[in-house]
């Protein structure tokens, strides 16, 4: 079946100590999504890609920076976790970008930081 | 500023219908999204609206008025495993998604 995969599901790191999630799809999508959400809230848009072009959002912290080396795959970087950043990340991929394209998710990885 | 009002939590008995509201104000609109969100899990896509009127997809249903920026989903015949945070989402000028923070279904036996 044609998904998108999260991995880890569960990410543990420590205070200050780089980490980064990866995410691929099968879809063959031309867009994919970082969000961040955390509990009962709204999933916060981080960055996206249309093909190789990178679009940050203004409000995304320096701390995070996200990689999309081919179609597949794209993973999100985070510099120095703070206690702020625990929180659910998802991954999403539209096959366009424009107004009628749902955004498929992968599972999401937790991270906690101690 | 771009805002998206649902309301945070509802309470609806098993095998009854329930109507989840959706306001919205947006800087422009290229459509409106109903998702789904089981605690612990990523959405899911439920519906799509860009013009006016009921859109119908077996038990739920999705309604828009783009003039009154509302838009609401409607559930009918609720079963337990409804149980779920439902996020109404609008896509606005720039085709960005502008998320609501979901409003979090109760089902009671």
């Known amino acids: 079946d044609a998904m998108v995969i999260q991995n880890p599901r569960y990410q543990v790191t420590q205070f200050g100590k780089p980490v980064t999630l990866s995410c691929s799809q099968t879809?063959?999508?031309?867009?994919m999504y970082w969000y961040q959400q955390k509990s009962s809230q709204a999933p916060k848009l981080l960055f996206h890609?249309?093909?190789?072009?990178?679009?940050n959002e203004a409000d995304t912290p320096d701390n995070f920076q996200s990689r999309r080396p081919n179609t597949s795959f794209c993973f999100l970087d985070i510099r120095s976790p703070g206690l702020g950043d625990a929180a659910m990340y998802l991954c999403?991929?539209?096959?366009?970008?424009?107004?009628?394209?749902?955004?498929?998710f992968g599972p999401g990885t937790r991270l906690t930081v101690t | 500023g771009q805002n998206i009002d649902q309301p945070t939590e509802m309470t609806a008995t098993e095998g009854a219908i329930v109507q989840i509201n959706c306001t919205y104000q947006?800087?422009?609109?290229?459509?409106l999204f109903w998702y789904q969100q089981h605690a612990g899990e990523a959405p899911t896509f439920l519906s799509y609206?860009?013009l006016d009127g009921l859109e119908e997809k077996g038990r739920f249903s999705s309604f828009l008025s783009r003039s009154k920026g509302y838009s609401y989903l409607l559930l009918k015949e609720l079963q337990m495993k409804d149980s779920a945070s439902y996020l109404c989402?609008?896509?606005?000028?720039?085709?960005?998604?502008?998320w609501g923070a979901g409003t979090k279904l109760i089902i009671k036996p």
């Open positions: 890609y249309y093909d190789k072009d990178f679009n």
């Open positions: 989402a609008v896509t606005d000028s720039n085709y960005q998604l502008i």
């Open positions: 879809l063959n999508h031309n867009v």
């Open positions: 947006t800087s422009g609109f290229n459509g």
């Open positions: 999403a991929t539209s096959r366009d970008f424009g107004q009628q394209y749902e955004q498929y």
């Open positions: 609206n860009v």
